[in-house]
Structures are given as C-alpha cells and as structure tokens.
T-cell receptor
Framework: EVQVLQSGAEVKKPGATVKISCNVSGYTFSDYYIHWVQQAPGKGLEWVGL????????VYAENFQGRVTIIADTSTETAYMKLSSLRSEDTALYYCATVLKSGGGALNNWGQGTLITVSS | YVLTQPPSVSVAPGETATITCGGDNIGSYNVHWYQQKAGQAPVLVVH???DRPSGIPERFSGTNSGNTATLTISRVEAGDEADYYCQVWDSFRDQSYVFGIGTKVTVL
C-alpha cells in the first residue's frame, strides 16, 4: 500500500524561507513523479510543481517560478519543497502527491497536507 | 490552459449529480476528477476520463468529448457531499498541471 507522509505545520515570518518534506513508501520511488499542490484557506487547488526523483528534473508553475525549489532524496525516498521570500498569501495547506510516470497524469496518492502560516 | 467548472451543484438523495468541466478541446486531454470532503485531502475518484481507482463506487463515472468533460454521480448519497475538482496535464504546451476551480456538491 502506498503511503505519503508529510512533515508538520510551520509558522514563518514574511520574507523567510520554509522547507517541508514528503516521505513516500510502499512502491518504487523512481516509478512516480512527486507533485506539490497549494490550497489557501477556503480556496481551490493550485499546482505548484513536480520532480522526477530519478533524475531530479523539475517543472514549476509560473506563479511559483523563482521562489520554489523541489528536490528529492532517493536514499530516503523523501521529496522536499522549499519556498522562499514568504508572504502572507503563501499561508496555505501544501499537499504532496504522486503521479505514475506511465499514467495519464492523475495524482493517485495524496499526503495529509502541511500547513504553512506566514505571519509577523 | 483554463478549466471552467460551475461553483455549485445541488442534488437530492438518490438522484444524479452532473458536474461539468469545460476547456478548449478538452476531449484531447486525459481528465481526472478528485473529491475533497471538508477537512480532508483530495481523493482521486475518476482518472483518464472514465476509469475508477479501486475502491471507488461504480456510481462515479466520467465522460470527455469536445470542449466538455463530465463527472456523473448516480444515486447520490449524503456522504457524497464534497468539493469536486477536474484536472488535466497540459502536455501540449508547458507541461503544467491545471485544476478547475472546484464544484461544491450539496446533498439536499
């Protein structure tokens, strides 16, 4: 059974940088892309970006380009999302999800979400 | 690429809920649907237009043609009340993943 476990909530000041993690188990890490999705309070889902853990290739959404970095550690089967220059609008739940490389782009398994709060 | 969903749909128990997702030539894309209940992470309910992951009831079905994809929930139950999002992978342009704004399904 695939499991996606994310790190705990973070509180940061404006301008700071945050790094959250996503550990996946129960399948071959390199068979999936790892995605991050933002959900602001009371709002919908917004795609942040993805990484191919096999070679480290990334694709970022235009809205987050330049501020987000996604990396993967294959030895621990853990992906990380770093978001810099934080502002109040970044306050949101951030979900990690897996996408089978051989599939049609569906986010099959989701983590429980990590709440990032940006406040002075 | 923009996906358009109605903000809300209301349906009585036992009836059928139909949720649309509009996009330019969306029939050329693989469309996926997610259910998100209050306070929970999204769950994939239909993928690649009309396939269901294991464990998802047959009451959930999808179609995709032309400029509209549709998620249909038959014999609606109170437990189906949730937000539903459509999503595509824009492989034709910038490799980005796109979500619709979500549709709130209310069971009357």
């Amino acid at each position: 059974e695939v499991q996606v476990l994310q790190s705990g909530a973070e509180v940061k000041k404006p301008g700071a940088t945050v790094k959250i993690s996503c550990n996946v188990s129960g399948y071959t890490f390199s068979d999936y892309y790892i995605h991050w999705v933002q959900q602001a309070p009371g709002k919908g889902l917004e795609w942040v970006g993805l990484i191919d853990p096999e070679d480290g290739d990334t694709v970022y959404a235009e809205n987050f380009q330049g501020r987000v970095t996604i990396i993967a550690d294959t030895s621990t089967e853990t992906a990380y999302m770093k978001l810099s220059s934080l502002r109040s609008e970044d306050t949101a739940l951030y979900y990690c999800a897996t996408v089978l490389k051989s599939g049609g782009g569906a986010l099959n398994n989701w983590g429980q979400g990590t709440l990032i709060t940006v406040s002075s | 690429y923009v996906l358009t969903q109605p903000p809300s749909v209301s349906v009585a128990p036992g009836e059928t809920a139909t949720i649309t997702c509009g996009g330019d030539n969306i029939g050329s894309y693989n469309v996926h649907w997610y259910q998100q209940k209050a306070g929970q992470a999204p769950v994939l309910v239909v993928h690649d237009g009309d396939d269901r992951p294991s464990g998802i009831p047959e009451r959930f079905s999808g179609t995709n043609s032309g400029n509209t994809a549709t998620l249909t929930i038959s014999r609606v139950e109170a437990g189906d009340e949730a937000d539903y999002y459509c999503q595509v992978w824009d492989s034709f342009r910038d490799q980005s993943y796109v979500f619709g704004i979500g549709t709130k399904v209310t069971v009357l």
